[in-house]
């Protein structure tokens, strides 16, 4: 009997036992029988970060983001002093006799970024950094002023207003257009999760403005 390729009997494949001996992971004889080599940490007090499992990595990117901000940093007049007798700090000319610390950030390579580090509610003219929680991650992002349309909340905000703008023009379109037309109805507040104003006593305001004849309004109806 021949089947299609859609009608095809699949088989599956038994998996292999392994029948070798069973080591624990991590062990010495584990690291043996997987030919993996076996490095003496008995006299190590840190160990080395190409020894730590990692899924992932951040330095890659972080080197690339702070290797232009220090760029930056450098361009808008920050300068970094190394004192003999305590921590390295920076000056900028904007901010005379005003001394701040100095972020070190080492990569694995040897290579070392230094970045000024300067409270938001001191740097008026946003030239410095500061540290942010991202996430629960650490970062050093720059002071710099945005301006409000470029960022991901200022462009919400400019198409919620272009919307409202719409929809008041169009409620004035219909308001207009009630006062020769009976059967328009102008919605006068806002939803009811968002006014004051509960749903009955909406729905009766509504009501209302139709002038139902008496012979077809209800005495017991609730609204």
Same mark, same amino acid.
């Given at each position: 009997m021949?089947?299609?390729?859609?009608q095809?009997?699949r088989?599956?494949?038994?998996?292999?036992t392994?029948?070798?001996?069973?080591?624990?992971?991590g062990?010495?004889?584990?690291?043996q029988s997987?030919? &993996?080599?076996?490095?003496?940490?008995?006299h190590? +007090?840190?160990l080395?970060?190409? #020894?730590?499992? @990692?899924?992932?990595? !951040?330095d890659?990117?972080?080197?690339?983001k702070y290797?232009?901000l220090q760029?930056?940093?450098?361009?808008?007049?920050?300068?970094?002093?190394?004192?003999?007798d305590r921590?390295?700090?920076f000056?900028?000319?904007?901010?005379?006799e005003q001394?701040y610390?100095?972020?070190?950030?080492?990569?694995?390579?040897?290579?070392v970024?230094?970045?000024?580090?300067?409270?938001?509610?001191?740097?008026?003219k946003?030239?410095?950094c500061s540290?942010? &929680?991202n996430?629960g991650?650490?970062?050093?992002? +720059?002071?710099?002023?945005?301006? #409000?349309?470029n @960022?991901?909340?200022? !462009?919400?905000?400019?198409?919620y207003?272009?919307?409202y703008?719409?929809?008041?023009?169009?409620?004035?379109m219909c308001r207009?257009m009630s006062?020769?037309?009976?059967?328009v109805?102008?919605?006068e507040?806002d939803?009811?999760r968002?006014?004051?104003?509960?749903?009955?006593?909406?729905?009766?305001?509504?009501?209302?403005?139709f002038d139902?004849?008496?012979?077809y309004?209800?005495?017991?109806e609730q609204?």
């Amino acid at each position: 009997m021949t089947y299609s390729k859609r009608q095809q009997k699949r088989t599956t494949q038994p998996t292999p036992t392994f029948r070798g001996p069973r080591y624990q992971v991590g062990s010495l004889e584990h690291a043996q029988s997987k030919k &993996m080599p076996v490095i003496n940490l008995s006299h190590s +007090t840190i160990l080395p970060r190409s #020894l730590i499992p @990692t899924a992932f990595s !951040k330095d890659n990117f972080l080197n690339a983001k702070y290797s232009k901000l220090q760029q930056n940093m450098m361009d808008i007049g920050w300068r970094l002093n190394r004192p003999d007798d305590r921590k390295e700090y920076f000056t900028h000319p904007t901010y005379a006799e005003q001394e701040y610390p100095a972020y070190r950030h080492s990569t694995a390579s040897g290579e070392v970024f230094y970045l000024p580090i300067v409270d938001k509610g001191e740097d008026l003219k946003g030239l410095g950094c500061s540290f942010v &929680m991202n996430f629960g991650f650490r970062t050093v992002e +720059t002071n710099e002023w945005k301006f #409000l349309r470029n @960022t991901r909340e200022g !462009k919400r905000k400019v198409n919620y207003e272009d919307y409202y703008a719409a929809r008041q023009d169009k409620r004035e379109m219909c308001r207009m257009m009630s006062k020769t037309d009976k059967s328009v109805v102008v919605w006068e507040v806002d939803t009811p999760r968002c006014g004051t104003q509960s749903a009955n006593d909406i729905n009766v305001k509504i009501h209302s403005m139709f002038d139902e004849p008496d012979e077809y309004r209800d005495d017991n109806e609730q609204y």
